[in-house]
């Protein structure tokens, strides 16, 4: 059970390391992550051969489904934004491509949304024509997803179930045109260089969404097997803030053995956001919600083999590879 919907990332800092990932030189091989949309902004920056985002969630895996499905239907970046909102495209699209990010958030702003019934029974017939065996509850999930980005629009944010968002979760607009990453926008949204990364890989059946867990006997098993038959090995590994759960239930040496099994390189890297509440700040900041982190995946192996190793907390600071 979940008492968050995780439409949308609640990580104000997702993109606050990607200067650090092209300077540390994460780049190419196979991508892994977990959790929506977020995902796409890293890998369009990292041109991975493979994406795989796996998640726990079933809803994880339809949502990929129905992005996937938008992806492949829209050629521009004004295009997806219009229909995973449910606004009309503008005609002709391809004199937007060259328009900064923020222009096609204003046009999703100001065009009315349309009666989007018959855009969310297209995408939505779309996504079960993939080959992923799906039933009608599928089907109906991935129709309702859509419906609430419609709805809410550019001030989508992350919702949780009989609690009240806090104050620093960011909206969808927050999301693609900061992230962390400071003025100039960098998310997958930025420019149709970065969105053509990703589009390309999702029209390519490269962007695979898995249902697993990551301290599971199968999921990473199964996804080192496939990543070392192809010879890929792992260049990023975003895991948002899933291992403090995973060291919350006791199943961190699972999950461990389960990284052990990837095939890594010197520059493979496992990408967090540690929150801060009841957990990490940093001294003198005003409350933020997140802020990343990067750590070699072969300095957290050997950290391990370490007797005493020092736990969460301390292993997101001392194991921290430096960042501007």
């Known amino acids: 059970?979940?008492?968050?919907?995780?439409?949308?990332?609640?990580?104000?800092?997702?993109?606050?390391v990607i200067d650090d990932l092209e300077r540390y030189g994460v780049s190419g091989g196979a991508y892994l992550g977990v959790g929506p949309g977020q995902n796409f902004s890293y890998i369009a920056h990292i041109r991975p051969a493979v994406a795989l985002l796996v998640d726990i969630r079933r809803d994880n895996l339809l949502q990929h489904l129905w992005y996937k499905a938008l992806f492949v239907e829209a050629s521009t970046r004004i295009e997806f934004l219009a229909s995973l909102f449910g606004r009309p495209a503008p005609d002709p699209s391809a004199a937007w491509r060259d328009e900064p990010l923020d222009e096609l958030l204003r046009y999703i702003d100001t065009v009315p949304a349309l009666d989007a019934g018959a855009i969310i029974e297209r995408t939505a017939d779309?996504?079960?024509?993939?080959?992923?065996?799906?039933?009608?509850?599928?089907?109906?999930?991935?129709?309702?997803?859509?419906?609430?980005?419609?709805?809410?629009?550019?001030?989508?944010?992350?919702?949780?179930?009989?609690?009240?968002p806090r104050a620093c979760y960011p909206t969808y607009r927050e999301l693609v045109l900061d992230?962390?990453?400071g003025n100039v926008p960098s998310s997958y949204l930025a420019t149709e260089r970065l969105y053509r990364v990703v589009r390309d890989l999702q029209r390519h059946?490269?962007?695979?969404?898995?249902?697993?867990?990551?301290?599971?006997?199968?999921a990473l098993s199964a996804i080192a097997e496939f990543l070392t038959s192809r010879g890929t090995p792992v260049s990023?590994?975003?895991?948002?803030?899933?291992?403090?759960?995973?060291?919350?239930d006791g199943v961190f040496g699972r999950y461990a053995r389960n990284l052990e099994r990837l095939p890594t390189d010197t520059a493979s890297v496992v990408i967090r956001s540690v929150f801060s509440r009841g957990r990490l700040s940093r001294?003198?900041?005003?409350?933020?919600?997140?802020?990343?982190?990067?750590?070699?995946?072969?300095?957290?192996?050997?950290?391990?083999?370490?007797?005493?190793?020092?736990g969460y907390d301390r292993m997101v600071v001392q194991g921290a590879l430096p960042l501007r």
């Open 126 to 164: 779309r996504a079960i024509s993939f080959g992923v065996q799906l039933t009608p509850a599928d089907r109906a999930r991935i129709m309702a997803i859509h419906l609430r980005f419609v709805r809410a629009g550019l001030d989508l944010r992350f919702q949780s179930h009989g609690r009240a």
């Open 179 to 181: 992230g962390g990453a």
């Open 236 to 248: 990023a590994f975003y895991t948002s803030n899933v291992e403090f759960y995973l060291y919350e």
């Open 205 to 218: 059946n490269l962007v695979i969404p898995v249902v697993g867990d990551l301290a599971g006997p199968h």
């Open 283 to 310: 001294p003198g900041e005003v409350e933020v919600c997140s802020y990343q982190s990067l750590q070699r995946i072969a300095d957290l192996l050997e950290d391990l083999e370490q007797p005493g190793f020092p």
């Open 1 to 16: 059970y979940f008492d968050t919907d995780n439409l949308i990332s609640n990580e104000s800092s997702y993109l606050e």
